[in-house]
């Protein structure tokens, strides 16, 4: 049962940052100290965090809660019927912008916020190494 009310719960929701969040400010810091530069708040399709327009590769860091990393994401433990609609609506509209962008030519990188968290600075280098093999990611979704 959840100790909020329903007004608290939803001020508590309404702080969640759909982006800028501390996974995303830390990898855009190790591109940028690695010599990278990129952009942010592109308007493409899913509107990824990171975007490299020459590249044409588009970077997303998916929160583990909100997108359901299986290791790390857990099930609230109210309303539990609607985490389990939402989480698979994330999901499919992850698979649905990635296919989306691949369809204009853009290549996808999807990370899991843990992997920023615990791999920076191996995450920042496959990405540099992405941008210099511009035939290599087609889609890749960092694993554990």
């Known amino acids: 049962m959840d100790i909020l009310t329903p007004e608290q719960r939803r001020l508590c929701m309404q702080r969640n940052k759909g982006w800028g969040t501390s996974p995303e400010v830390r990898l855009r810091s190790a591109l940028w100290r690695l010599g990278l530069r990129f952009r942010i708040g592109h308007k493409l399709a899913g509107t990824p965090d990171i975007v490299f327009p020459s590249a044409r590769l588009a970077v997303f860091v998916d ?45 996808v990188l999807r990370v899991w916020e843990h992997n920023v968290v615990r791999e920076l600075d191996v995450l920042a280098k496959l990405i540099k190494k992405a941008l210099s093999n511009r035939r290599g990611i087609s889609r890749l979704r960092v694993v554990r």
Request: glycine letters at 6%.
């Open 63 to 107: 929160g583990c809660f909100w997108h359901g990393c299986r290791w790390h994401s857990h099930m609230p433990k109210s309303n539990t019927a609607y985490w389990k609609k939402k989480f698979q609506r994330n999901r499919n509209r992850d698979a649905r912008v990635s296919r989306t962008l691949k369809r204009q030519g853009w290549r």
